[in-house]
């Protein structure tokens, strides 16, 4: 148990090491629309799953009708989760578009409490609303500040990705592969984006192309690392390492864009991170022996 749960953090780490690149990518292939750049991430990481799973010669086949809606829902959730990140990407200061994607765990907590039945106590609840108050410092919202809806946009999009770790979570502890969760959701995601790809298809140059398949390189990596994460353990017990992507996202931001953060973003950061830390210390030291 204490070996699959270190694989986890490594995995995890690895994952946000991967989606900070993700994160520069996308931002580096300019002005191209959110669906666009959506589209192209995902088939991009299509063709990763489908290459492992002919690898591991495994069949894409879904036992049971729950695990089938169980897996809709979680392209459905992770589409919209995605397009509202990378719309903050290309709206926001890089670190601040991630922060706010990082809100995903929390959400995580409390679809895990309502769909999972996985318990959910006072404290729980207490620092996933201190989080939510850290956001506030982000999204700073005010009709005068113009980086409100890219930054609300941003905030809902990691309420889509947290739906969709929670269904992931649910699928791992159910038998379905890791492979066939990522080719499943990639597919989706693709036929998802391509009507209003058809219909709204910017050309791009050779460097956005090369950006853009970075990007679902990139992506790739992040989602079978994270896909491992969770099915290794539980959301409590390692989510707070997925926030190590805020340092990759703010030195990738600052090196590659100058994005340099403000304050009242530092405040949210500190804010958000310092509720992770408690709840990982909650459930791995304060009350160990009950988890």
């Not at 066939?180 to 058809?198: D, H, N, Q, R």
């Not at 990139?218 to 989602?223: I, S, T, Y």
């Amino acid at each position: 148990m204490v070996k699959k749960k270190y694989k986890a953090i490594v995995y995890i780490i690895l994952s946000a090491f991967s989606f900070a690149f993700m994160f520069a990518f996308v931002r580096m292939a300019g002005d191209l629309p959110t669906v666009q750049k959506t589209f192209f991430r995902n088939f991009v990481a299509l063709f990763f799953a489908i290459g492992v799973l002919k690898k591991d010669h495994i069949k894409f086949r879904i036992e049971g009708k729950k695990n089938n809606a169980v897996i809709f829902i979680r392209a459905f959730a992770g589409t919209l989760g995605m397009l509202g990140n990378f719309y903050a990407i290309d709206h926001l200061v890089l670190s601040d578009a991630s922060m706010l994607n990082k809100m995903s765990p929390f959400f995580v907590i409390i679809f895990s409490f309502i769909f999972l039945k996985e318990r959910l106590t006072l404290f729980q609840i207490l620092t996933v609303l201190f989080a939510f108050i850290g956001s506030l410092f982000i999204i700073k919202p005010s009709f005068q500040n113009v980086d409100f809806f890219p930054a609300l946009v941003g905030f809902l999009g990691g309420m889509g990705a947290g739906l969709a770790y929670t269904c992931v979570r649910y699928l791992g502890q159910h038998g379905v592969n890791g492979a066939i969760i990522v080719a499943y959701f990639s597919g989706f995601s693709c036929l998802f984006t391509l009507p209003f790809l058809i219909f709204d298809f910017h050309t791009m140059s050779v460097t956005q192309i090369l950006c853009l398949l970075g990007a679902g390189a990139a992506a790739a990596g992040g989602q079978f690392s994270i896909t491992a994460a969770y099915t290794h353990a539980p959301a409590r017990e390692i989510s707070v390492y997925d926030y190590s992507q805020l340092i990759f996202t703010t030195i990738l931001g600052y090196f590659f864009f100058g994005d340099i953060p403000d304050s009242w973003s530092f405040v949210g950061y500190a804010v958000i991170i310092a509720m992770a830390v408690l709840v990982f210390l909650y459930n791995n030291v304060w009350h160990k022996e009950e988890t």
